[in-house]
């Protein structure tokens, strides 16, 4: 017989991997009495299959790191947490093919929550800001755990959600948040207030110091008094007074003396209170001025000279106020106040 000369050999090699069902991929089970996990719970084998037939090795991993990993049957023995744990089945057949399907044991607890809120928080708005950002404490779970959480807010922000709350952008008041844990027992209440104070002081620029000049006179007259009384008559007497204007005038209107640039963190500037004061130079006899808002809504003033040639110094005090009660610390300023030569007949 005559042999070929050559001889083919063809290698089919299994690349399909085998099948595996999880299916149903869960159970929910209570937690053992008085209980925080769940003991004898019985875990349900994947189906497999495989294209070449041969030997399916099953394995499994938890993502509960006490439980492990390991062959086969899952164990009845083990003991899962109240929660979810997911166990992640592989299976391998004889060319090494591997497959992998999730299971998930969720563990409830059997009794209704407990649970208790963390202390209110109380504190001063962020600088420059009418807010604060706060990260309210999720309450303490004394029973029922796990739970899932829903909370309200009312007071100065109204607001609703689920879960954590996290970082959370509260405004100038209080708010109470209501929270509520459920779970498959009943659910329980507790509240919290988070209270943002404005504690900040308006800001503002003020004027000054001043360097004035008593009132000029264009034509004026000798009033023919001897010594020391003489004087002079203005043309156009300052009113009423027939003796020459010792004193500066701030007109009706001026805005010389009024604050400029403000602002508060809160506040609009119309609800912004301010106050202030003129003490005169006990030179000139004037008992002090007063007012409220800015010193032009009061004019025209008179900053009292004195007829003698000498210098007086008045004193303008600012005080403003914002509309939360926060008050600027009290600002001075000088008001100088030159005299007209003295006239002396001769």
């Keep these: 017989m005559q042999l070929p000369e050559s001889i083919t050999f063809t290698w089919v090699q299994d690349t399909e991997p085998p099948a595996i069902s999880c299916a149903p991929d869960y159970i929910t089970v209570a937690a053992d009495a008085g209980e925080t996990y769940a003991t004898n719970v019985t875990v349900p084998t994947p189906t497999t299959s495989d294209n070449c037939g041969g030997t399916i090795m ?3 991993t938890s993502s509960d790191a006490a439980q492990g990993s ?3 049957p ?7 947490q109240t929660g979810t744990t997911t166990l992640t089945w592989t299976a391998t057949d004889d060319c090494n093919n591997e497959s992998t399907c999730p ?16 202390a209110g928080v109380t504190q001063s708005a962020d600088a420059g800001l009418c807010s604060a950002v706060v990260n309210p404490t999720e309450p303490t779970v004394n029973a029922g755990d796990p739970v899932t959480w829903s909370w309200e807010m009312t007071g100065a922000v109204i607001d609703n959600g689920t879960g954590p709350i996290d970082n959370y952008t509260f405004p100038v008041g209080t708010t109470t948040i209501t929270w509520t844990a459920t779970n498959v027992s009943g659910t329980d209440e507790c509240t919290q207030t988070i209270t943002i104070e404005d504690n900040e ?18 034509s004026a007259i000798y009033d023919g008094q001897p010594e020391p009384a003489a004087d002079i008559v203005p043309e156009f007497p300052y009113q009423g007074n027939p003796r020459r204007p010792d004193w500066y005038l701030v007109a009706a209107g001026s805005t010389e003396l009024d604050l400029s640039g403000i602002n508060d963190n809160c506040c609009d500037e119309e609800d912004i209170e301010i106050s202030w004061t003129i003490t005169f130079d ?3 006899g004037q008992t002090p001025l007063t007012g409220t808002g800015q010193p032009s809504v009061g004019t025209p003033l008179q900053l009292w000279g004195t007829p003698a040639n000498v210098e007086v110094n008045h004193t303008i005090t600012y005080n403003v106020t914002d509309c939360n009660g926060n008050a600027a610390t009290p600002v001075s300023r000088n008001i100088l106040i030159r005299p007209r030569p003295e006239v002396i007949k001769n």
Excluded: Y
């Excluded at 899952?74 to 899962?80: A, I, M």
């Excluded at 002081?201 to 264009?218: E, K, R, S, Y």
């Design 282 to 284: 006990p030179l000139t």
């Design 70 to 72: 390991g062959t086969g």
């Design 74 to 80: 899952f164990p009845v023995t083990n003991t899962f």
């Design 201 to 218: 002081a308006p800001a503002f620029i003020t004027p000054g110091p001043f360097d004035l000049c008593v009132i000029n006179i264009i």
């Design 103 to 118: 299971f998930s044991v969720t563990v409830t607890a059997n009794d209704p929550p407990d649970i208790t809120c963390a």
């Design 58 to 60: 099953l394995t499994w």
